[in-house]
Nanobody
């Protein structure tokens, strides 16, 4: 079993910054892609940013130029740096990872429990 534990959410004023961290623990062979998603009240969960094991990144148009995703493969950690935050960034942010339990198996998808980010105007 794999656990993804997020940290770093909180309350910030518009224009401010936050750093979210997600650490994977448990027994596994490797972590392939990692990502952050978010879900605002009354809205569907959406992809914010993703990063492959080889550090190729992808961002939602709404966060391009403001958010940066990175990862540390040695520590099985993914970071989301969020700058110039807007009230519309308010949501629960979820860490997501594709994990391989052996070289011969396809990856399994896991989710963290979520961390609240609130941006006040």
């Amino acid at each position: 079993q794999v656990q993804l534990v997020e940290s770093g959410g909180g309350l910030v004023q518009a224009g401010g910054s936050l750093r979210l961290s997600c650490a994977a623990s448990g027994s596994f062979f490797s972590i392939e892609s990692m990502a952050w998603h978010r879900q605002a009240p009354g809205k569907q969960r959406e992809l914010v940013a993703s990063i492959t094991r080889s550090w190729s990144t992808n961002y939602a148009d709404s966060v391009k130029g403001r958010f940066t995703i990175s990862r540390d493969n040695a520590k099985d950690t993914v970071i989301l740096r969020m700058n110039s935050l807007k009230p519309e960034d308010t949501a629960v942010y979820y860490c997501n990872a594709d994990v391989r339990h052996s070289l011969l198996l396809l990856s399994t998808n896991y989710w963290g429990q979520g961390t609240q980010v609130t941006v006040s105007s």
